[in-house]
Nanobody
Framework: QVQLVESGGGLVQDGGSLRLSCAASGNIVIFNAVGWYRQAPGKQRESVARITRDGSTNYMDSVKGRFTISRDNAKNTVYLQMNSLKPEDTAVYYC?????????WGQGTQVTVSN
C-alpha cells in the first residue's frame, strides 16, 4: 500500500512563500504522475500542479509563474515551492499519485495566507 505524507503547510502573510513536501513510502519513479491538489472551504478540490514520470510539468493558470513542482527521486519526495502567495491560495493541499489505474492521496496540509 502506497502512503503519501505531506508537510510544510502553515500560516504565511500575503506575498510570502512556503514549500510543501510529499514523501512517498515507495519509489516515486514508478508513478505515472504525482500532483498537488487543493480544496478551499465550500469549494471543489482542484488540481494545482503535476509532474509526470518523464519530468513534464503542468500548472493551473492562477499559479503559473508563482508555484514550482519538482521531484527528488533519491528522497522519494515531490515538492511544491509556492512564492508570492495570495489569500486566495488558502486551502488544504493534498498530494496525489497515479499508478496505472490507481490513485493515492495524502492526508493534506493546511496553507493559510493572511492579508
Amino acid at each position: 500500500q502506497v502512503q503519501l505524507v505531506e508537510s510544510g503547510g502553515g500560516l504565511v502573510q500575503d506575498g510570502g512563500s512556503l514549500r510543501l513536501s510529499c514523501a512517498a513510502s515507495g519509489n516515486i519513479v514508478i508513478f505515472n504522475a504525482v500532483g498537488w491538489y487543493r480544496q478551499a472551504p465550500g469549494k471543489q478540490r482542484e488540481s494545482v500542479a503535476r509532474i509526470t514520470r518523464d519530468g513534464s510539468t503542468n500548472y493551473m493558470d492562477s499559479v503559473k509563474g508563482r508555484f514550482t513542482i519538482s521531484r527528488d527521486n533519491a528522497k522519494n519526495t515531490v515538492y511544491l515551492q509556492m512564492n508570492s502567495l495570495k489569500p486566495e491560495d488558502t486551502a488544504v493541499y493534498y498530494c496525489n499519485a497515479l499508478l496505472l489505474d490507481r490513485e493515492f492521496w495524502g492526508q493534506g496540509t493546511q496553507v493559510t495566507v493572511s492579508n
